[in-house]
């Protein structure tokens, strides 16, 4: 059965940081690329940040440029997202996906219900 749990969430203050996690079990972690979206309250779940575990590319959305930084340690199948200079407008709940054979970039743009594994999720609050 794969796995995908998300964990590190939480409340923040603007400006602030949160590093999530997301640790990924039964699947073979070297064939996906691993991504974050969020989905805040009365909006569409949109695509955060995705790197392939194969190769480490990565992609961001450029609302977050600058600001997060995802990585991959691969001998602990855990995928990482450092949010720093937080702001309001970054409260969401924040899921990880994964999608097979896809790089980062493809997975990235790609419609999300071709995603094949989801997270249930983790809450970030950022107070202004």
């Known amino acids: 059965e794969v796995q995908l749990v998300e964990s590190g969430g939480g409340l923040v203050q603007a400006g602030g940081s949160l590093r999530l996690s997301c640790a990924a079990s039964?699947?073979?972690?070297?064939?996906?690329?691993i991504g974050w979206l969020r989905q805040a309250p009365g909006k569409e779940r949109e695509g955060v940040s995705c790197i392939s575990s194969s190769d480490g590319s990565t992609y961001y959305a450029d609302s977050v440029k600058g600001r997060f930084t995802i990585s991959s340690d691969n001998a602990k199948n855990t995928v990482y997202l450092q949010m720093n200079s937080l702001k309001p407008e970054d409260t969401a709940v924040y899921y990880c996906a994964a999608v097979r054979f896809a790089t980062a970039q493809a997975m990235g743009v790609m419609p999300i219900d071709r995603y094949d594994y989801w997270g249930q999720g983790t809450q970030v609050t950022v107070s202004s």
């Open positions: 039964g699947l073979t972690f070297d064939d996906y690329a």
